[in-house]
């Protein structure tokens, strides 16, 4: 039996300032999951008085993404995209590298013969990887912060003169040929002598002595895009541990009587710092709602959701009349599913919808914090995005039994892109406000005599 409990709801509610604080440890973890398992609906029987409505009211509008760490995991993002709809990002590097050990010698007398970059990808990336991009390296001129969290607003001063570039087109699924061997996909890039020669020089010096004065010497470098195309573009994902990743340094020394080529590679070790830098460029070029809502915010916006990755857009969800249910006698809820359709007319094979959504509670602290129902397992939780029904679905039965027993407080919801500062994903949704498939709360529940 199904019941029409509540009106649709077409107001609006206030916007809460919060930071986002270490959440996103649990979002870098998700893993792949199937559609969510009706826990609770074999407690069900016609004597217990089943009933199901899925005219619950829910509020809902998208803002800018809080910070989020990305130092988390294995790999950063790089690369300009032009998207269609939410406009311009660009993501660049910031990364350390350091000394193997103290007392580190490249040899008695070492004379440099070049100094090469090396890039490793993951195979992950998002957008059109025909559009020709300019990768530039610099030389950090602050250094990457000692923080456990590196946040992606975080940019670092940079020496202006441009260690290399590199007119590239990303190639991340691709094995690279080098004379007549594949090697996994990766991409190189010759920097200058002069800083060749600069790594050259602290042989035998106090910079080698450690890494601290190694990293005073040499702070890291910035790896980024030039931005000089107006369509098109991708992003795409770094291994930051690959084997494929390295400043590569080539030299010889001078008392060779024949030459003897040598190298040393500088790799990415757990303790080097770094994080990726993204830059949204307050979404010009934007869907014109997206520039309306963000000129408004906190305006409810319930006919087209935006979400993006990367710190960039999130969306906010209430349910503010939910604690009438609890007004009946003896409720129990059985299953609430949160269903939430992709609206196809922004999505395609280039910018496809968003692979996992995230679901998250605003505590009383204004902290995000996961839903009792994550904890349950993830397939039990969801958050996958269903191809064949064109939906995402999320299991928030305890998360509501809980509100309704006065456990927790109805505070919003915070959905957002899963991974979000490991991928450059996004999807458009359908909001609560539209009329015909729209975004919806459903219930089974059960009242006890």
């Known amino acids: 039996m199904k019941k029409q409990l509540f009106?649709?709801?077409?107001?609006?509610?206030?916007?809460?300032?919060?930071?986002?604080?270490?959440?996103?440890?649990?979002?870098?973890?998700?893993?792949?999951?199937?559609?969510?398992?009706?826990?609770?609906?074999?407690?069900?029987?016609?004597?217990?008085?089943?009933?199901?409505?899925?005219?619950i009211t829910i509020a809902a509008f998208f803002e800018k993404d809080d910070t989020i760490p990305t130092n988390i995991g294995y790999q950063n993002l790089?690369?300009?995209?032009?998207?269609?709809?939410?406009?311009?990002?660009?993501?660049?590097?910031?990364?350390q590298f350091r000394l193997p050990s103290n007392d580190f010698s490249l040899g008695e007398e070492p004379v440099l013969d070049s100094i090469v970059l090396s890039l490793g990808y993951?195979?992950?990336?998002?957008?059109?990887?025909?559009?020709?991009?300019?990768?530039?390296?610099?030389?950090?001129?602050?250094?990457?912060?000692?923080?456990?969290?590196?946040?992606?607003n975080q940019p670092l001063a940079v020496v202006e003169r441009s260690l290399g570039q590199r007119i590239l087109r990303p190639a991340p699924t691709d094995s690279t040929l080098i004379d007549t061997t594949y090697f996994a996909p990766h991409f190189t890039l010759r920097l200058a002598d002069w800083f060749g020669q600069k790594i050259i020089n602290a042989n035998g010096t106090e910079a080698f002595e450690n890494v601290d004065n190694f990293l005073d010497y040499f702070k890291g470098l910035q790896i980024t895009v030039a931005d000089n195309f107006s369509e098109g573009g991708a992003i795409f994902n770094i291994n930051m541990f690959s084997f494929?990743?390295?400043?590569?340094?080539?030299?010889?020394?001078?008392?060779?009587?024949?030459?003897?080529?040598?190298?040393?590679?500088?790799?990415?070790?757990?303790?080097?710092?770094?994080?990726?830098?993204?830059?949204?460029?307050?979404?010009?070029?934007?869907?014109?709602?997206?520039?309306?809502?963000?000129n408004n915010p906190g305006q409810l916006n319930d006919s087209l959701i935006f979400l993006r990755s990367l710190g960039?857009?999130?969306?906010?969800?209430?349910?503010?009349h939910i604690e009438t249910l609890s007004e009946l006698n003896n409720v129990t809820i059985n299953q609430a599913r949160l269903i939430i359709p992709v609206d196809?007319?922004?999505?395609?094979?280039?910018?496809?919808?968003?692979?996992?959504?995230?679901?998250?509670q605003l505590s009383e602290d204004e902290e995000l914090v996961a839903l009792r129902d994550y904890l349950l397992g993830q397939?039990?939780?969801?958050?996958?995005?269903?191809?064949?029904?064109?939906?995402?679905?999320?299991?928030?039965?305890?998360?509501?039994?809980?509100?309704?027993?006065?456990?927790?407080?109805?505070?919003?919801?915070?959905?957002?892109?899963?991974?979000?500062?490991?991928?450059?994903?996004?999807v458009v949704l359908r909001g609560p406000g539209r009329t015909e498939n729209p975004m919806k709360l459903e219930i089974i529940y059960t009242l006890f005599n």
């Open 312 to 320: 960039g857009l999130r969306a906010r969800l209430k349910f503010p």
């Open 7 to 55: 009106p649709r709801f077409n107001g609006g509610f206030f916007r809460i300032p919060f930071q986002v604080i270490a959440i996103f440890t649990l979002i870098l973890a998700w893993q792949s999951c199937s559609e969510p398992d009706g826990i609770g609906l074999n407690l069900i029987d016609e004597q217990a008085g089943y009933q199901m409505t899925d005219t």
């Open 122 to 152: 993951t195979g992950e990336y998002y957008g059109d990887l025909e559009t020709l991009q300019t990768i530039r390296v610099y030389e950090l001129l602050e250094p990457v912060p000692d923080a456990d969290s590196l946040f992606n």
């Open 379 to 426: 397939t039990y939780f969801g958050g996958v995005y269903d191809e064949s029904k064109k939906q995402y679905e999320f299991n928030i039965t305890q998360h509501l039994q809980e509100v309704l027993s006065g456990q927790l407080e109805n505070s919003d919801l915070v959905l957002i892109v899963s991974g979000s500062a490991e991928n450059a994903q996004r």
């Open 244 to 294: 494929y990743t390295v400043l590569r340094l080539y030299y010889h020394e001078a008392a060779d009587t024949v030459v003897v080529p040598r190298q040393y590679n500088f790799y990415l070790s757990e303790f080097a710092k770094r994080l990726t830098f993204a830059e949204h460029f307050d979404f010009a070029g934007s869907h014109s709602l997206i520039q309306e809502q963000l």
């Open 78 to 95: 790089l690369g300009l995209m032009h998207d269609p709809v939410f406009g311009k990002v660009r993501a660049s590097i910031y990364t």
């Open 344 to 360: 196809e007319e922004f999505s395609d094979d280039t910018y496809f919808a968003a692979r996992r959504l995230f679901l998250l």
